[in-house]
C-alpha cells in the first residue's frame, strides 16, 4: 500500500503545516507494523495531485490499494476523512470520518491508526505496539507549534528557517518537557548556520544548549541523538564524521522509523564517500516518510557522485520548487554541466542566483566551472575569487571548493585545482570515489601531487568502508 499525501480543504492554504503533521504522522505509525508495507509514492506524483493516476501508481509501486483523505480545520475543531481504495475497480475498500476538537490531535493519530489495523486484520508484534502506544502526550499547543515547527525547517529556506525557531521555541516554552521539540529546534539553529547565517556564532551555542536540554528530558532518545550528531557536523567541529556515523546510527537504533536519521546518515555517508551506503540509507529513508523531500535531494545528490547524471538530474528535478535552492540548484546545474547541458546549467544557475542572494558561494563557483570549461580564463578567475569571498564559513563550502577545484583542472592549473580539493576535502568532502573518476579532473591524473593526494583519499576511505554496513 502507498499513502498519497492527504489534502487540505481548509478555506487557509497556512494549514497545510497541520495537514502534512496529519500524514507524517499515520506514515510513521504505519511503518511501525511489520505486517504493513508502505510504500513510497514517487517524487513527481508526491506533490501534485492532478497528476496523480491510480493505474499508474499501482503499475509503478506495485501496489493493490492506496490510503488517501483530507483534512479540514475549523475554528478549535478538526475533520479528518481517510479512505483505502482497491486501485483495481476503485472500489472503496473502507473509509471513516473523524471530527475532533483540534486538541485531541495526537490522540486521533492513535485511534485512526487502530482502526486501520482491525480493518486490514494486522497482526501487530509486541515491540510495535509498544511503540504505537509509547508515544507521549504534549501540550496540544506545543504540539500543534512543534508540527509547525518541522513542517518549515524541512523547506531549508531563510525566511521559513526562522518561522520554524519561533514556532519551536514557543513549543518549548509553552511545555518544558518536550523534549522532542527541544531536539528539532537545535537542527533548526544548527541548519541556519549552516546554510544560512554562518556569522550567527550564537546559534551553535542555542543549539548545544538545546541538544542537552533533550537529553536531560530522555538520555535515550532517537531525536536527541540525531540533533548531537547535527550539531557536531559543522566546521566549527571540523566535520568529525566518525563521531557523528555512531550518533546516527543510536538514533537508528534506538527508533528504525526515523526517516530524518536516516537522511543524516545518508548525507554523511555520501560526503566520505560511502555511496552505496548511502542511497540504501536515503531509499530507506523515502520508504519510511515519502514526504521528507531533503531525502530525494539526498538520493539525487548521490546519484550525481556516482556520474549517474541523468538518474540524478531526473530526481531533482522532481522536487518542490523552493526545497533548499543553494544545494538542490548546485546539484541540478552540476548534473546539466556533466551532461554537457552547459547552456541549461548557466540559466538554472542565473536564475537561482537572482532569487536566492545569500546562497554562498556556490552558485558563483559554478559559473567559474561554466566560463573555465569555455577557455574565458580571466572571467573564471574572477568568479573564483568571488565564490571564496560569498563562501566564507558556510557549512557547504567543500561543495564550492570542490566546484573550483574542477575549473582550475579544467584551465589545466593543477597546483591551485590540489589546493582546493584538499580543502574540500578537509572541510567535509573526503569523496574518494568522486575524485577518483570524475572527468573534470582528467588534467591532474598524471600529477605527483595529485596522485598523493588521491593515495590518501583512498586509504581513508577504505578506513571509513571498513568501520560502516548497510543498517
Not at 481517510?82 to 473502507?94: A, F
Not at 509547525?148 to 521555541?169: H, K, M, S
Not at 550564537?202 to 541538544?211: F, G, P, Q, R, T
Not at 555517508?269 to 516518510?289: S, T
Request: charged share 25%; glycine share 6%.
Amino acid at each position: 500500500m502507498t499513502v498519497i499525501p492527504f489534502e487540505n480543504v481548509s478555506a487557509d492554504p497556512a494549514e497545510q503545516y497541520f495537514v502534512s503533521g496529519v500524514t507524517d504522522a499515520l506514515i510513521a505509525d504505519l511503518s511501525r507494523i511489520s505486517d504493513l508495507k508502505i510504500i513510497a509514492l514517487p517524487a513527481d506524483l508526491r506533490d501534485q495531485p492532478e497528476q496523480r493516476d491510480l493505474n499508474e501508481i499501482g503499475r509503478r509501486l506495485n501496489v493493490a490499494a492506496v490510503l488517501t483523505g483530507s483534512v479540514y480545520r475549523f475554528g478549535d475543531r478538526v475533520r479528518v476523512a481517510v479512505q483505502i481504495i482497491d486501485i483495481s475497480d476503485r472500489r472503496n475498500l473502507w473509509s471513516n470520518s473523524y471530527e475532533r476538537d483540534k486538541r485531541d490531535i495526537q490522540r486521533l493519530h492513535g485511534e485512526i491508526t487502530r482502526d486501520l489495523i482491525k480493518r486490514l486484520q494486522l497482526t501487530v508484534s509486541p515491540d510495535s505496539a509498544e511503540r504505537l502506544a509509547g508515544t507521549r502526550a504534549v501540550v496540544p499547543e506545543a504540539y500543534d507549534l512543534y508540527n509547525r515547527g518541522r513542517f518549515y525547517l524541512n523547506t531549508q529556506n531563510p525566511a521559513d528557517q526562522d518561522t520554524a525557531i519561533a514556532a519551536l521555541e514557543r513549543a518549548v516554552q509553552i511545555d518544558p518537557s518536550f523534549g522532542t521539540a527541544y531536539a528539532e529546534l537545535a537542527q533548526a539553529y544548527i541548519w541556519k548556520q549552516f546554510s544560512f547565517f554562518p556569522n550567527q556564532k550564537d546559534l551553535s551555542e542555542k543549539a548545544y544548549n538545546a541538544v542537552q536540554k533533550a537529553f536531560a528530558l530522555d538520555s535515550d532518545a532517537a531525536p536527541g541523538h540525531l540533533a548531537r550528531g547535527r550539531l557536531l557536523w559543522t566546521p566549527e567541529n571540523k566535520f568529525p564524521h566518525e563521531k557523528v556515523i555512531s550518533e546516527y546510527r543510536r538514533a537508528i537504533e534506538l527508533d528504525p522509523n526515523l526517516d530524518e536519521a536516516r537522511n543524516q546518515l545518508a548525507v554523511v555517508y555520501c560526503h566520505i564517500g560511502l555511496l552505496d551506503e548511502a542511497l540504501a540509507q536515503a531509499r530507506k529513508g523515502v520508504e519510511l516518510n515519502p514526504t521528507n523531500n531533503l531525502l530525494y535531494l539526498r538520493i539525487g545528490q548521490t546519484l550525481n557522485s556516482q556520474m549517474k547524471f541523468d538518474e540524478a538530474l531526473a530526481v531533482l528535478s522532481a522536487m518542490p520548487i523552493g526545497i533548499h535552492a543553494s544545494v538542490i540548484g548546485h546539484q541540478t546545474a552540476w548534473a546539466l554541466f556533466n551532461l554537457g547541458r552547459i547552456d541549461e546549467a548557466l540559466a538554472k544557475v542565473e536564475q537561482l542566483e537572482r532569487e536566492n542572494p545569500d546562497a554562498g558561494g556556490t552558485f558563483a563557483a559554478m559559473k567559474a566551472l561554466i566560463e573555465a570549461s569555455r577557455g574565458n580564463a580571466v572571467e573564471a578567475e574572477k568568479l573564483i575569487a568571488l565564490a571564496v569571498e560569498n563562501g566564507k564559513g558556510f557549512g557547504h563550502f567543500h561543495h564550492t571548493a570542490y566546484t573550483i577545484a574542477c575549473a582550475y583542472a579544467l584551465m589545466n592549473k593543477p597546483g591551485e585545482a590540489i589546493h582546493f580539493l584538499e580543502q574540500a576535502a578537509e572541510t567535509g568532502f573526503p569523496c574518494y570515489p568522486q575524485f577518483e573518476r570524475d572527468k573534470n579532473l582528467n588534467n591532474l591524473r598524471k600529477d605527483a601531487r595529485f596522485v598523493t593526494f588521491l593515495k590518501s583519499q583512498k586509504q581513508q576511505w577504505e578506513h571509513y568502508k571498513s568501520i560502516v554496513q548497510i543498517s
